[in-house]
Structures are given as C-alpha cells and as structure tokens.
C-alpha cells in the first residue's frame, strides 16, 4: 500500500498563492502515476491535476488550467501542487491520489479556503 499525508492547506485571499504537498510511504512512490483532486461543500470530487510516474507528463482541469502547477519529486517521495491566483471558487478539500492501473490511494486531504 501507499500511504499519502497532504499538507500545506489554510486560508488565503483573493488572488493569493499556497502550496498543497503530498508525502508518501509504503510502496515505491515513484511506481506510481500521481493526482489531486478537490471536492467542495456539496459537491461532487473533481479532478485538478495529474504528473506521470516519471513526471514528464501532467495534466490540468480547464478550471485550473495557467493557475496551478503540479510536480513530484521522486528521490523526497513527495508531490506537490502549487496554487497561484487563487480564487473563492478554489475553495475545497484537496485530495492526493497515487494510482497505478486498478490500485488507487487517497490522502486525508487538506482544507484550502480561499475569501474574496
């Protein structure tokens, strides 16, 4: 198994900028594609951003898209995802998730207020 803590969360203003990590333990991190996802009050979780087990590869939600940057470094056994201009809407818990083919592992997540 992987195990993931998130850290890095809190509250920031309007236009302002946090930085989410996300440790892992257990299994070889680096095996493994990494993701976040955020999941607002009453809302379905929704997919942020993705990197690739060697990081060469990332993707972004078109909500995020230009604002937030995901990366990994494989020798720490952490990602992270940098959040720039933020926004109220951005506002959720976010999610790590490390997955490879049918095995998926969730972080407890950590809460990122943004106010206007």
């Known amino acids: 198994q992987v195990q993931l803590v998130e850290s890095g969360g809190g509250l920031v203003q309007a236009g302002g900028s946090l930085r989410l990590s996300c440790a892992a333990s257990g299994r070889t991190f680096s095996n493994y594609d990494m993701a976040w996802y955020r999941q607002a009050p009453g809302k379905e979780r929704e997919f942020v951003a993705a990197?690739?087990?060697?990081?060469?590869?990332?993707y972004y939600a078109d909500s995020v898209k230009g604002r937030f940057a995901i990366s990994r470094d494989n020798a720490k056994n952490t990602g992270y995802l940098q959040m720039n201009v933020l926004k109220p809407e951005d506002t959720a818990i976010y999610f790590c998730?490390?997955?490879?083919?049918?095995?998926?592992?969730w972080g407890q997540g950590t809460q990122v207020t943004v106010s206007s």
């Open positions: 990197v690739s087990w060697r990081g060469d590869n990332r």
């Open positions: 998730n490390a997955n490879r083919g049918l095995d998926h592992y």
